[in-house]
């Protein structure tokens, strides 16, 4: 566990381990819940297809591609225990494939067109 008020900047970073040194890595999904069982109801976007959900959100530079670094700001979901469980997923690519995932960046989902 981790404490921090309400509304501070909670930091965080990932890494990966490996000795390849042509791979990165990409935020591609990062969701909290009130629970460490549930994450698909009651949760609360911070990232979702590589798109910002939360305004507090901000990533930080890092000199190494297999470290990614980014912050956002604490908050408590409302009539529920103080507790704020994050998951998050990350993409590893090739670091020049701009075909890859990680290249792609926010992948907003179109919306279908109502037929009359």
């Known amino acids: 566990p981790y404490r921090v008020g309400i509304n501070q900047n909670l930091f965080l970073e990932a890494s990966l381990h490996s000795s ?26 911070i ?7 939360d305004p507090t959100y901000a990533t930080y530079y890092s000199p190494l591609r297999h ?20 998951q998050c997923e990350l993409v590893v690519c090739r670091a020049y494939d701009y075909s ?8 907003q989902r179109s919306k279908r067109e109502a037929s009359s």
């Open 20 to 45: 390849d040194p042509s791979l990165e890595l990409f935020l591609d999904t990062c969701v909290a819940s009130p629970t460490p069982e549930n994450f698909t109801t009651k949760t609360y976007p």
């Open 47 to 53: 990232i979702k297809n590589g798109c910002v959900k």
């Open 67 to 86: 470290i990614l670094r980014f912050k956002f700001n604490a908050f408590q979901f409302i009539q529920s225990n103080p507790e704020v469980y994050l």
């Open 100 to 107: 890859s995932r990680c290249h792609q960046g926010c992948l």
